[in-house]
């Protein structure tokens, strides 16, 4: 299962200016990801035209609801044949389990599933606070993470920071997918905690998603495969 790779965030809000971005990819097809924002603007169509062109695709809708909710949405996922998809843990084992039936085609293939556990815009102290969650965030994420592997997902996105003890308490070959890449030089923006892609293959996280440092860069091929090179090392 597990294949380094780097996963450009491709945070769009319309087809035009996804497909036009990509163009600019002449001789190698990313794996890219599609949010909320573009996927809730342009559709299924998004990904239909993705995966003609040969992109690798994972949609990033984190669904969160009740089991056969989530297990009937998952079942039109998996019909658009996308490679990524992902749910939050908090939506408990039952719910879990419920997605990895509705995700497996009648070949027993499906696409990869992956938990999200805390979000990395949640602080310890608004968990416990808001959420009444009297533990650690990093117990929390542990937890989640084997309850994921538990209900049969194949891993979790977290930050690189948390992929070390994660791949700890799941396993080497539970997956472990991380936004919050910056390179050595560049900006950080908004991300808080960040690494390079250097570092996040040190540590053995599975696969980096990157978006601006990628897509606003002035020469995105040249910065993709410069990540590539930092973290897949090719
Ligand atoms: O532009 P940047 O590299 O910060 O983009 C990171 C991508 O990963 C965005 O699409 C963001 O929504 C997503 N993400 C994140 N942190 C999470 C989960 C998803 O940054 N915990």
């Known amino acids: 299962m597990s294949q380094r790779d780097v996963i450009i965030a491709c945070d769009f809000s319309s087809i035009d200016t996804t497909l036009s971005f990509l163009d600019k990819f002449t001789d190698c097809k990313p794996f890219v990801k599609i949010g909320m924002e573009l996927y809730y603007a342009a559709g299924p169509a998004i990904v239909w035209e993705l995966k003609s062109r040969g992109h690798k695709v994972f949609l990033d809708l984190k669904l969160h609801d009740i089991p056969n909710t989530v297990k009937k949405a998952m079942k039109v996922l998996s019909a658009l044949n996308v490679d990524m998809c992902n749910l939050h843990a908090a939506g408990t084992i039952e719910m879990m389990k419920a997605a990895v039936e509705g995700l497996t085609r009648p070949d027993g293939s499906r696409p990869v599933l992956l938990a999200v556990t805390q979000l990395t815009s949640t602080s310890e102290e608004r968990m416990q606070r808001d959420l009444l969650i009297n533990a650690s965030i990093n117990d929390t994420i542990v937890h989640y993470a084997k309850n994921a592997k538990e209900a049969g997902l194949d891993g979790v996105v977290c930050s690189p920071l948390e992929a070390g003890m994660v791949k700890e308490a799941c396993g080497k070959e539970f ?39 990628i897509t606003e860069a002035d020469d995105p091929v040249a910065a993709y495969k410069r990540c590539v090179a930092e973290f897949v090392g090719e």
């Open 175 to 213: 997956v472990t997918v991380t936004p919050g890449v910056r390179f050595a030089d560049g900006v950080v923006g908004d991300q808080v905690r960040v690494t390079t892609p250097a570092r996040a293959r040190e540590i053995g996280t599975d696969y980096i998603v990157v978006g601006r440092p």
